[in-house]
């Protein structure tokens, strides 16, 4: 059964810092992985998708890398502003099901 | 629609009643999820529906679950005799896409209070 683990569940920065976030799978046979956001109260915003056979995707501050043999993931943001605070979650599409599972998400907050 | 609209945004129910949550996906869309998410958790799978198909119902936690796409586009959730246990915040999602390749949309969700 596949897992994903997310750390650390919290994290507070000042604005303007870089950060990782990092996110782990047990099952590394995966089609794809997803970082989502999540604001308070509201559903998922899809971030970066990363197919099997890719390695990274950027989008804008953001850069996602995956090293399926590991099982991990990392997302990067760059020059973090106060409006990159929210919930991030990392899902993987495995095991010959269309589903997605998600890990419990890091909660981000960048501080002015 | 130029999202994924969920309905209603919030609802509140007494134990043992039955309720009826209703997903509009993006226009087209071939795909369609729904997902549990408890306070404080990750999101956790429900079902799948491929145009009006339910492919996979594994997620479902129990009979007095069930859900409906007749027409391969809007979805109902429908959760009967509820119990405590089953409030959460119920997110719907779409695909363009069958199969892997896909980005998904989500939906601002529906959240469920038992009492």
């Known amino acids: 059964k596949q897992e994903v683990t997310q750390i650390p569940a919290a994290l507070s920065v000042p604005e303007g810092e870089n950060l990782v976030l990092n996110c782990s799978f047990t099952?590394?046979?995966?089609?794809?992985l997803q970082w989502f956001r999540q604001d308070p109260g509201k559903g998922l915003t899809s971030l970066l998708l990363i197919q099997s056979s890719q390695r990274e995707q950027t989008s804008g501050r953001l850069n996602a890398s995956l090293d399926k043999s590991s099982g991990r993931s990392t997302l990067y943001i760059a020059a973090s502003q106060p409006g990159d605070s929210a919930t991030y979650l990392c899902?993987?599409?495995?095991?010959?099901?269309?589903?997605?599972?998600f890990g419990k998400g890091t909660k981000l907050t960048v501080n002015p | 629609g130029a999202g994924v609209s969920q309905s209603p945004r919030y609802k509140v129910a007494k134990r043992g009643q039955d309720v009826a949550l209703r997903c509009d996906p993006i226009?087209?869309?071939?795909?369609l999820f729904w997902y549990q998410q408890a306070l404080g958790q990750g999101p956790e799978f429900l079902t799948y529906f491929q145009n009006e198909a339910q492919l996979d119902k594994s997620g479902l936690p129990s009979d007095r679950f069930f859900a409906e796409r007749p027409e391969g586009s809007v979805s109902t959730l429908k959760i009967q005799r509820t119990q405590q246990e089953d409030s959460a915040v119920y997110l719907c999602?779409?695909?363009?896409?069958?199969?892997?390749?896909?980005?998904?949309?989500f939906g601002e969700g529906s959240r469920l209070t038992v009492l």
């Open positions: 099952d590394s046979a995966i089609y794809n």
């Open positions: 226009s087209g869309h071939v795909s």
């Open positions: 899902a993987v599409s495995s095991g010959g099901s269309e589903k997605l599972v």
């Open positions: 999602a779409s695909s363009a896409t069958t199969g892997w390749t896909g980005e998904l949309f």
